[in-house]
């Protein structure tokens, strides 16, 4: 019997396992590039409904550019792409997907999101208004306080934060809590020249078009005195 036989079998599995390895690596990164060139193709269709510019490739300018939203500004390796801009019933808006990292190592998290913006011609203190979360209600238990409204129900459920509590309660009038308890969950930047919707996730194609009715919905509960009269 040959002496080295017994050590043949185990080699060869572990042959066969690191090509299983490698198959499906190749197999996840070919889905993975198909279902990026579909969604592209989505997108090109849907900017070229609403008769806006399309910009698939990634963008690390662009993050710097809008580094002043909260949003934008979050991790590392930050870049946008499928950008799409132009006017919109008489609105500039960008819609983008965002990549960003955080982490490292073990801990490292890769984020692909979809933000939407629309651009004015103010510039506005900044204010965040987004869900309440545990966290969040243990950071207040600390002494990091959001900011509180008449309406108990809009408190118990969303977060305010600015530095500026007279425009924050100017952003949150009646109207728009009405609005933002009729539609539960949205994570709204208002800051400088942009409103801005921002989603952990990649929205779809419709799902993107059926937000940004909803970003215009949010711009139109804004009292007029906010803005320049022309």
């Not at 969604?39 to 409904?49: C, D, G, N």
């Amino acid at each position: 019997m040959n002496p080295h036989s017994s050590n043949a079998i185990p080699v060869v599995f572990q042959v066969l396992i690191f090509g299983i390895f490698v198959i499906l690596a190749i197999w996840s990164a070919v889905r993975k590039s198909r279902m990026a060139q579909k969604r592209s193709k989505e997108l090109w269709a849907l900017s070229q409904q609403l008769g806006l510019a399309f910009q698939q490739n990634r963008d690390e300018g662009f993050a710097v550019g809008w580094s002043f939203l909260t949003k934008v500004a979050q991790g590392t390796n930050r870049y946008a792409f499928n950008i799409l801009r132009g006017n919109l019933v008489g609105n500039n808006v960008l819609v983008f997907d965002y990549h960003f990292q955080t982490g490292s190592g073990k801990s490292r998290k890769l984020h692909d999101c979809t933000f939407l913006m629309l651009i004015v011609q103010e510039v506005f203190p900044p204010v965040i208004i987004e869900p309440e979360t545990f966290s969040s209600i243990v950071a207040e238990a600390l002494g990091f306080g959001d900011i509180k409204f008449e309406s108990a129900e809009f408190s118990r459920l969303y977060r305010v934060r600015s530095e500026d509590k007279k425009f924050a309660y100017d952003v949150c009038n009646p109207q728009m809590i009405d609005y933002l308890l009729e539609n539960k969950g949205l994570v709204i930047e208002v800051n400088g020249p942009v409103i801005l919707l921002a989603f952990e996730n990649q929205l779809s194609a419709s799902a993107i078009n059926f937000n940004l009715n909803r970003l215009l919905e949010i711009r139109a509960r804004l009292p007029d005195y906010l803005f320049t009269k022309a």
